[in-house]
């Protein structure tokens, strides 16, 4: 009976060690997997960040320095542009 409980003890201690030696292999490959998702979002959130960013050009508006979409601001002469009529009217009148 006495050898029994010692045979018990030792597959216990080795399921332990081997619970042990299980738990750090799925401690690393958690850690990769943990990573590797990590990575995939911050790809995938960069690349819904992009995806979302209109790609126009913003420029400043000459008369009262406003930033507008380069689409939507009003062009003057090469270099100008104005975020608004009223902008541009200000300055073609003085
Ligand atoms: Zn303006």
Redesign the pocket.
């Known amino acids: 009976m006495r050898e029994i409980f010692f045979i018990l003890i030792v597959i216990l201690v080795l399921l332990a060690l081997t619970a042990i030696k299980y738990r750090k292999t799925i401690a690393g490959i958690l850690g990769v997997a943990k990573m590797l998702k990590e990575a995939k979002d911050a790809a995938s959130g960069a690349k819904a960040v992009g995806g979302e960013r209109p790609s126009v050009q913003l420029v400043n ?1 000459a ?2 320095g ?1 930033w507008v979409p380069q689409n939507k601001a009003l062009k003057r002469g090469e270099s100008f542009y ?3 009529e009223s ?1 541009k009217l200000l300055v073609t009148n003085n």
């Open positions: 508006c008369k009262c406003i104005y975020c608004s902008c």
